[in-house]
């Protein structure tokens, strides 16, 4: 061989094998994710591009049906390796079995393990949960309050700190979608979801809203915000009927929270199963592409919510055939469906679809490479296992945050001569339907969906946290609440009576109340303690406002709206019944007198014959001390309007306030609300200490929708004299 021939040979054989040896550009970390998603697609098959644009439930990996159970091989290779599905969820109360931290790893592991093997290309599944108040499929994961619980703190940082540990403990399982947190309002009580929103203004939702996914997207766990958008407002209070909104209050009320969760960077989002002024969302191009993408600029994907796409042929009654939904939900902008149980037909359904134009390859390109990227960001590729003995070790019983979390939830209705703290009593009874029911104080999506199991979480209740918590000297006695006799016996020796009242746990649509109502016996069995004459301290557990018959109104001499405070009730309430925290939640949302005021919010349009006053009015809620105010200055900045107050508490104990500014409008041709919160910010004060805090009220707080009445124009700022306020204190600011 000549010499130049050898040297062309040698040069061919590093060339291929450096060929050989290199890496595919999407499975190096060194890359930039943009070119490593489109790396991956160009490799990728169309029907490899469908599979990731496909969420099933586990129990389809166990049974091929709703049977839990272990992972089956063949068809773990049917749906991940055949089909190429790229995502799995657990449904509310879906897990392994049985369910315990190391199994839940080791099934995410096992998931992993079959896509990254036996997959083609070794594309990582990802895996879906709800943990909507910790990790609370999962049996001995410490539950949280429900958000609703969580608003009623107005604290922000605690609420990251939260949403942190509990994308920790997901992380730890391997399990890195979660569909959290719910960026819907709660105004109006008698949805069955109203307990899992952060209540009922767009500002306070937003902020723990972004907290959330802060919280969570700090451990590397894909936040979810859902269900965009109009969810919480069906019609006539029942889930998912259909909403009718206008764009003013779509634009000024419901988007905001949406817009502060993507402002924080969130990942996903989730569709809103019902419809918006006629037209489903899962149908929705002008919701999910122009608005969500458009103008709020989403890059993230895009999930379905469970079974929708087929709920636009049997329920919405929108689209005559599957093909047809499926053509109308994905080209609207949905790019993941969750469907549960029937990933065949879909499959063939949307290849059918792309194969005869009806659905773009464009549009499919995009949706799987959204799915893509969220792999990328989550850092799947890189680290696709968890270390089982870090599950187990994480998954303890860490409960300080919980404690704190329903601490600072706790919310004081009444105090009628200082019956609370219970500093004078030597013997308490404590009964009720909700006093020693762990489920109660969990509510539902606690280890199953509706919370019956609620109980298999650990907890402390009301009556072990008072039993364990009583100071020295102090007996508390427990009577079963449908035993009259025992009640009466045991209320004779007392010197106050908790009680606590309440609601089963349920979730979505088995928890719609159309009255407020608790049942019957729980309203007789207060008639029957207050036929005994002694101090009545009420304690509520429940995910809404209640009401109450106005011959109860004032019978407890204390009410604590305790909401569903989860694994740490019973500390936390002994810590507050007996003085040792003194209360500083305040109501996320307007208590009515009666359901009929519904819906009745603080940020309702001017009444032009003044409507019954609500029962507790938004952000009320009493403490042990008393705080007052003085409002110091205001001024316009470029972005913000400042205000300084000074706070000042006058009692005798140290407390927490949730100084809280709110804005009325100037007349500007078209209704404004009455008041919107504009800034708040919580405060700790020793007895007689004063602080003078600066409250930032972003702009666009003040910004209304402008125009006539189907105008589809954006908030602005409109020039005018808007009237601040705190308390009972007002100071003025022109907006140029
Ligand atoms: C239906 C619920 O509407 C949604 O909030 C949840 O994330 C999915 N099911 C998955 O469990």
Not at 46 to 54: D, I, S, V, Y
Request: hydrophobic share 45%; net charge positive.
């Amino acid at each position: 061989m000549t010499r130049i021939w050898r040297f062309a040979l040698a040069w061919v054989v590093c060339f291929v094998g450096s060929l050989a040896l290199a890496q595919p550009i999407y499975k190096d970390p060194t890359q930039p994710v943009e070119k490593r998603v489109a790396d991956l697609l160009s490799r990728m098959t169309l029907e490899e591009k469908l599979g990731q644009m496909t969420q099933i439930a586990v129990s389809k990996l166990m049974s091929d049906g709703w049977g839990l159970g272990p992972l089956k091989a063949e068809l773990l290779e049917r749906y991940l390796v055949q089909r190429g599905i790229g995502a799995v969820l657990s449904g509310g109360g879906m897990g392994p079995v049985p369910n315990t931290p190391r199994a839940w790893a080791e099934m995410t592991n096992a998931i992993q393990r079959v896509a990254l093997e036996k997959g083609r290309l070794g594309i990582p599944s990802l895996y879906g949960v709800d943990a909507v108040h910790g990790h609370n499929n999962l049996v001995g994961a410490t539950l949280y309050p429900h958000n609703l619980g969580l608003a009623a703190t107005w604290n922000p940082a605690l609420v990251e700190q939260v949403a942190r540990r509990v994308g920790q403990e997901l992380r730890a399982t391997g399990t890195l979608w979660n569909f959290a947190p719910v960026a819907d309002l709660g105004r109006d009580p008698r949805w069955g979801r109203f307990y899992e929103t952060f209540g009922e203004d767009s500002l306070l939702a937003g902020s723990l809203v972004a907290a959330t996914v802060r919280g969570l997207q700090a451990t590397q766990v894909a936040a979810t915000l859902k269900h965009f958008v109009g969810y919480g407002q069906p019609l006539g209070g029942t889930d998912r009927s259909p909403a009718f909104l206008a764009p003013r209050s779509l634009q000024e009320v419901w988007l905001p929270p949406f817009r502060a969760g993507l402002e924080a960077g969130a990942l996903t989002v989730m569709a809103n199963s019902g419809s918006v002024n006629g037209v489903p969302v899962h149908a929705s191009r002008y919701l999910l592409t122009e608005v969500l993408r458009g103008q709020m600029g989403f890059k993230g994907v895009v999930i379905s919510d469970w079974n929708d796409i087929d709920k636009l042929v049997n329920d919405h009654k929108v689209a005559a055939t599957f093909a047809d939904a499926v053509a109308l939900s994905i080209n609207a902008g949905v790019d993941v469906y969750m469907v549960p149980m029937e990933a065949d037909r879909y499959l063939q359904t949307l290849k059918e679809l792309v194969e005869a134009g009806r659905i773009p390859r464009a549009r499919v390109d995009e949706a799987a490479g959204r799915v893509l990227w969220l792999k990328f960001q989550l850092g799947l590729f890189e680290r696709p296992y968890v270390e089982v003995a870090e599950a187990e070790k994480i998954i303890e019983a860490q409960r300080t945050l919980a404690k704190q979390a329903a601490l600072e939830s706790i919310t004081l209705l009444e105090n009628a001569a200082f019956t609370l703290p219970l500093t004078n009593v030597r013997t308490l009874l404590v009964t009720g339907p909700a006093a020693a029911d762990k489920t109660m104080q969990m509510g539902g999506w606690s280890i199953d969906w509706q919370g019956k199991e609620g109980a298999k979480a650990p907890g402390i209740t009301l009556l072990e946290g008072l039993q364990k918590g009583a100071p020295k000297g102090v007996k508390v006695a427990y009577a079963d609440p449908r035993d009259a006799r025992a009640l009466a016996a045991t209320a004779r020796a007392a010197d106050a009576v908790v009680v606590a009242l309440g609601e089963k746990p349920y979730a979505e649509s088995e928890g719609n109340n159309l009255s407020g109502e608790l049942p019957a016996e729980q309203y007789k069995l207060l008639r029957d303690l207050k036929a005994l004459g002694k101090p009545i301290v009420l304690v509520l557990f429940a995910g809404r406002p209640l009401v109450f018959p106005p011959d109860l109104w004032l019978t407890p001499k204390a009410i604590l709206m305790a909401y569903l405070p989860g694994s740490e009730a019973g500390s936390a309430l002994a810590d507050v019944l007996f003085g040792r925290y003194n209360p500083s939640g305040r109501l996320p949302f307007t208590w009515p007198r009666l359901f009929a005021q519904v819906p009745f919010t603080y940020d309702r349009y001017p009444d032009i014959y003044p409507k019954a006053e609500p029962l507790y009015p938004f952000g009320y809620g009493l403490s042990y001390t008393d705080f007052a105010y003085r409002l110091q200055a205001a001024r316009a900045t470029p972005n913000a309007v400042e205000v300084d107050v000074e706070v000042r508490n006058t009692g005798k104990r140290a407390g927490s306030d949730v100084v809280q500014l709110y804005t009325r409008f100037p007349p500007l041709g078209f209704l404004a609300p009455r008041e919107r919160l504009v800034g708040f910010a919580k405060v700790n004060l020793e007895p007689g200490q004063a602080r003078s805090i600066k409250l930032i009220a972003p702009l666009d707080r003040f910004a209304l929708v402008p125009g006539d009445v189907f105008s589809l124009e954006t908030p602005r700022v409109l020039p005018g004299r808007y009237v601040l306020r705190v308390g009972e204190q007002t100071v003025a600011v022109d907006l140029r």
